[in-house]
């Protein structure tokens, strides 16, 4: 979609613009985050990644928000910063932005997960040891495709993670409780019903992972239950007892 | 109290005895953590800590958990592992003792800032950035007294601190979420209070950070707020607004 929207915004759009990408998630055919589709249709322009902990509707209440602007153009970075900031809404710039980008979209999958194992009624100890396991195949990811480890312990990593996957104001949280609670995922999934972005990341963070050998047991897990290949149950068996008897 | 505990109990342990720690805290004449005083009062002993995420009612009712066995004695480690596991309980060891205590101790002060972000009504926004911030000063004071990162950044770190700062089941969360509300930090702390024990462990950490030059910015926030030399308001102010306009 974001393709199609740069491609089609493209001949508007001044070479000295700076695109703000909010947006979150891995292309399915080209598997490339979202500033690296904007690049494509719509090069020589700056492009910076806007990520973090921020529900919208308490953005919109000006309630305190910290959240991160990033680009590998430094300038860019900081003049996104200055056109966002408020007293309550603060921006601070990163330079990885591989980091930021792949914290706000593999953040989805895991809220499902989490919520999926709140959903089955497992309780607050098995989703914090399962969203725990989820910020650890979000860095190792994220440090295979060359981003800063503390940038996914960061604000868009592990910020944003904390809330999506402790809170049903999240859209994917959500969706994860429904298949808890029992909802088949082609139910869930039906046209018109609500938009989960995790339900179409975890596919796409699997075949990105594969490219260089990493495994996501979560996002996996949540492939596999959304493909109608495992069942909720048998997914939560496989992720909270991996290692059984190991060290951790 | 664990160092009367133990020195009472000395004559009784024999030597070949494995004492397990499930208490947390840092000794606030000493600053020791838990299994150091337990090592002294019962030298020659082997000393395992037990943390993790791991509220005791779901425990109790056999919802799955997953902790940590820490221990610089692998055997020891081991056996506890052995001993305390179950389908549902799952332990898995680590020898980065320091790592896994202090992760317990600190949570527990993190856990009393959040709850008071949460208490003053600021929002999960909010809460996110704050318990991010937590999580870094948790692992640059692990870092600085020779733990490794990825043990703060594990079950018995971030999972336990997810746990206990995101939900009122946590007294921590519940001091600080009546401190947010208003109540005067001398009234909570009265004798016959509701037990904190993050209370007590934010200023010996605080001391323990200054004897490695480490800042506990959130941390040191709670204690000012305890002391009566801060404010909610003020503490919240300096927690979210601490470098404005900067990188992250």
Request: charged share 20%; glycine share 10%.
């Amino acid at each position: 979609v974001l393709r199609q929207v740069a491609g089609r915004a493209a001949p508007a759009v001044g070479k000295g613009a700076i695109l703000v990408v909010a947006t979150k998630g891995i292309e399915r055919d080209s598997l490339a985050i979202m500033t690296r589709v904007a690049e494509e249709e719509l090069p020589g322009r700056a492009v910076v990644a806007l990520s973090g902990p921020s529900f919208a509707a308490e953005v919109a209440t000006h309630q305190p928000t910290a959240i991160v602007a990033a680009s590998t153009d430094a300038t860019a970075a900081e003049r996104a910063q200055l056109a966002f900031s408020s007293p309550e809404f603060r921006v601070y710039t990163n330079d990885d932005v591989v980091g930021v980008e792949l914290g706000g979209a593999l953040k989805n999958v895991v809220a499902i997960a989490a919520g999926a194992v709140a959903g089955r009624g497992l309780g607050e100890n098995a989703r914090a040891a399962l969203v725990t396991r989820g910020l650890a195949e979000m860095a190792r990811l994220g440090e295979a495709l060359g981003a800063r480890r503390e940038t996914l312990m960061g604000l868009s990593g592990l910020g944003d993670l904390l809330l999506t996957a402790t809170s049903p104001t999240s859209r994917n949280y959500r969706f994860g409780q429904e298949l808890g609670r029992g909802r088949s995922p082609r139910e869930l999934l039906a046209p018109g019903a609500a938009l989960s972005e995790g339900a179409f990341t975890a596919e796409a963070a699997c075949r990105l992972a594969a490219t260089v050998g990493v495994e996501l047991p979560v996002a996996d897990a949540v492939r596999r239950v959304l493909a109608g290949d495992l069942t909720v149950d048998a997914a939560v068996e496989l992720l909270l007892a991996r290692r059984p008897a190991a060290r951790e």
